[in-house]
Structures are given as C-alpha cells and as structure tokens.
C-alpha cells in the first residue's frame, strides 16, 4: 500500500496524512481554494482569525492522536459552559477535568500546525487549489498505471464527488448546512479571558459564541448565528452579544471591526452496499461500518473530532484493511 489520494484539506484530512506518514505510507492531498475546509481562517485588522466557533470536545482517542501528531491545543481560559436563553447558567461541558481540552485559539492554531506539520513530512505531497471532479474505482490489471491512479482514498463526507466502481455511478445524498457566523474585533478596559460558550433553546439570535483575548486590550469573539438570528440586521446581533457580555462577565465591549461570514457545509452519504463499499480501498472518516451509512449517523459523527478519532488504535486498524485492499486502485479525474 502506497501512495494514497486525501481529498480536501479539513482537519481530519491532514491529521491522516501525518497518521499515514508515520507508517511510512506516502500520501497526496489534494485541495481547493479554500484550506481548512470549514476551519479554515480569514483576516480581519491583520489578525488571522477561524471564521466560525470551534472547540476541541475530549475523548482518550483525541488526545492520544493529538500526542501521536505532537500537537498540544491551549484550555480555555473559562470552562466551556452551557446557558439559556436568557443567559441563564446551565451546566459545564463534560463530567471531568478532561474535558477541557482543546482551544483552538490564535498562537495554536490546528490549521496552522498541520501546514507547518505536512511541510516537514517527506511522505506527504500537497497539491493546491485542485478540484476533484471524480473518483473513479476499478479492478486492477497487469501494469495499469498512470499518473492520476492511487492505491487508496480518503475523503471526508463532505466532498461533493461523483464515484464510479467498475463504471457504475454511485447515487449520494446530500444535506446543506448554511453556517452564519459573525467575527467580531472588541476593545474591553476590563480583562477578558478565552471561553466558549453554548445557548440552549429556540428563542434566541446566538447559537454559540467563543472569545479569545488579543493583544493591547482586543478581544476576538467569535459567534455562531442561530437560525432565528439570521432574520435579523447585524447591529441587532451586535447588541446581543454586548448584552450577552455584560451580563456574564461585566464586561463593557467597544466594537473596533466586525465581519459577518456564510459558508456552505456539506454533508454527502453514498448509497452502495456493504459488498461493494468493503471491496474499493476507500475510507470516509465516521462511516465505519456500512450499516451505519446514513446521513443522520454522518451528521452526528462527522463534525465532531473527538468522535471521528475516539479510538486511535482501531483507527490505524480499519485504515490499514480498509486502504490495503489489493483488488481495486483508483483514479481521479480533475476538474
């Protein structure tokens, strides 16, 4: 088993190139223009700033990954919290002192870890802004190479590709996610410290909203507009959110720049038969068994990476079989 295709450039994508390179398994990753996939990062006042919320959820899988990769995300500051909507104190995320882990702030970026990571690794090849149009799997023949022709795939589900095993086009299904997010640049005379928080139930503008503290008295916040929010102007979420931060923190915000963000998230289950999907070496992250192949078990699973990486041992496992099947190799075709 060599030389493996990775489609797109998400977390999960270059996390398994290093996994791969490790075992001494070289691997391409092809990417469009956009890197990071739904993490990737924007600018605003020459800051380089994550474009939604995110946070790094605990599992010993995760963590284990993580230490494999050499990658060591900060805690927040505050510990992740659930509110109403009325900023009501719910309860702390998780039971444990684990469950802290992971925040994905500015100077640790995992996006910018990864880049530097895959540059150093011999084994990985990244080719950028390369759209992949198909994917397409057949049986191998005596010296059948060529130089779009791979031994192994592995794609996230939310690649939008058209599949072909022995020339018969696989039907998918498909799910949009609409993901509104505003960033905004605050000053604060009081001292503000990194949290994430989560509001609970259908009468509010925000969904999530996570802070970092820049430097000279700037504080990034990050919010997760709620499908209610969006029928709103953004100085109306602007106001909630200064709300929202003297309320539970005393805090007074004085807004210096604000962008608001949309982008599309995928989410795409294809529909072929246990047989067929254990012949083709091909791994999607979160569809481990076929049985489990519907979209609303790739909707709970795909999106959150302490799931995705829960056990690092079976990991390496199934992609080790699912990527050394010796009977099928796989070419791309670009649009």
């Known amino acids: 088993m060599n030389n493996i295709a990775i489609i797109g450039s998400s977390p999960v994508s270059l996390i398994y190139s290093i996994l791969l390179s490790k075992l001494k398994i070289s ?22 700033i994550p474009i939604s919320t995110h946070i790094f959820m605990h599992s010993n ?12 995300p900060n805690n927040w500051a505050i510990k992740p919290f659930l509110i109403d909507n009325q900023y009501n104190f719910l309860s702390n995320f998780g039971n444990n002192n684990h469950s802290r ?81 505003l960033s905004i640049i605050a000053f604060s005379k009081n001292e503000a410290k990194s949290c994430f928080i989560h509001i609970e139930g259908d009468n509010t503008l925000l969904r999530e909203i996570q802070s970092i503290p820049l430097r000279k008295d700037n504080l990034l916040i990050n919010c997760k507009i709620s499908k209610l929010g969006r029928g709103f102007f953004i100085d109306k979420i602007i106001e909630e959110v200064k709300s929202l931060f003297k309320k539970l923190f005393k805090v007074d915000l004085e807004i210096i720049k604000f962008q608001s963000n949309i982008y599309n998230n995928w989410r795409f289950c294809y529909s072929f038969d ?16 076929i049985k489990d192949n519907n979209m609303r078990h790739i909707i709970k699973n795909s999106q959150d990476l302490s799931k995705l990486f829960s056990d690092y041992d079976l990991i390496i496992k199934n992609t080790l079989d699912k990527l050394s099947n010796k009977k099928y190799d796989c070419r791309i075709k670009i649009k």
């Not at 691997?27 to 380089?48: A, M, P, Q, R, V």
């Not at 899988?61 to 060591?72: A, Q, R, V």
């Not at 049986?139 to 072909?164: A, H, P, W, Y």
């Open 274 to 289: 246990a047989n067929r999907f254990n012949e083709i070496p091909l791994l999607i992250p979160g569809v481990n068994n």
């Open 101 to 181: 882990l992971g925040a994905p702030i500015l100077n640790d970026c995992i996006i910018n870890f990864l880049i530097n990571k895959i540059k150093n690794e011999k084994n990985i090849s990244l080719k950028k802004n390369t759209i992949i149009d198909k994917l397409i799997f057949n049986k191998i023949k005596d010296n059948s190479n060529s130089q779009n022709s791979f031994s192994g795939v592995i794609m996230t589900c939310g690649n939008r590709l058209e599949l072909f095993i022995d020339e018969k086009k696989i039907d998918y299904e498909s799910k949009l996610f609409e993901v509104h997010s």
């Open 61 to 72: 899988g995760l963590k284990k990954t993580f230490d494999e990769i050499g990658y060591s």
């Open 27 to 48: 691997s391409t990753i092809f990417c469009g223009h956009n890197f990071g996939g739904s993490w990737k990062n924007s600018k605003l006042l020459n800051y380089e």
